[in-house]
């Protein structure tokens, strides 16, 4: 088992910028990749970015393309978001999740492990 745990979200004005961050415990052996999605209410859950724990490979989905950045900090097992000139649109729960391969999915239904999410509100 791997607990993840999310924080960092918040309110702010679009054009702002946050930075959340995502904590892995347990078995963390088992990370081979983490990933981070976002949920609006009534949406789907959707891909935002993902990152190889060990080479720091990353993929991004298109929406959020030169404005968020991912990265991990392997020693304190924890992988961070970086978002900015964020947009009402961003508004959504961000949640991390752990991938038990080295792929990069963006299927939310491959990953194995989710943390209970973090609320981010841009308004305009």
């Not at 990370?31 to 949920?39: C, D, K, N, S």
Request: hydrophobic share 35%.
């Amino acid at each position: 088992q791997v607990q993840l745990v999310e924080s960092g979200g918040g309110l702010v004005q679009a054009g702002g910028s946050l930075r959340l961050s995502c904590k892995a415990s347990g078995r963390t052996s088992s990370v081979y990749a983490l990933g981070w999605f976002r949920q609006a209410p009534g949406k789907d859950r959707d891909f935002v970015a993902a990152i190889q724990w060990d080479s720091g490979s990353t993929r991004y989905a298109d929406s959020v393309k030169g404005r968020f950045s991912i990265s991990r900090d392997n020693a304190k097992n924890t992988v961070f978001l970086q978002m900015n000139s964020l947009k009402p649109e961003d508004t959504a729960v961000y949640y991390c999740a752990v991938h038990r391969t080295s792929f990069l999915y963006s299927s939310p239904g491959s990953y194995a492990y989710w943390g209970q999410g973090t609320q981010v509100t841009v308004s305009s």
